[in-house]
């Protein structure tokens, strides 16, 4: 029997609005945050509507986050990742974050 493989991949583009800046986890992992701001047009329904949305990108590990470093307030990227809940602590919490596995400038 095959267990259900469960995909989880985004990609989003948008606008650098806040560095939150490198920080390390206790077993030294390099971790750098910042928000991302995405704005597009989406047809749903057959009708054109605006899109706005933001949201926390974290990327973890020393490779993907010396990609970070130069980012700054108004930069233009492609970030390719995956979603999970902000607090894991609070089962209920619905709060996302895009944690990236890929970044690229745009």
Avoid at 28 to 34: D, I, K, L, N, T
Wanted: aromatic share 4%; charged share 25%; with cysteine.
């Amino acid at each position: 029997m095959n267990p259900q493989v469960e995909s989880n991949q985004l990609i989003l583009s948008g606008t650098v609005t806040e560095v939150l800046g490198l920080r390390y986890t206790p077993g030294g992992v390099p971790h750098y945050s910042f928000m991302l701001e995405h704005r597009s047009r989406q047809e749903e329904a057959g009708v054109a509507r605006e899109v706005l949305c933001r949201i926390k990108v974290e990327a973890r590990g020393r490779e993907i986050t010396e990609h970070c470093e130069p980012l700054a307030v108004s930069d233009r990227l492609q970030v390719t990742g995956f979603l999970s809940r902000r607090n894991y602590k609070d089962s209920s919490a619905t709060q996302l974050v895009l944690h990236a596995q890929h970044i690229e400038l745009r």
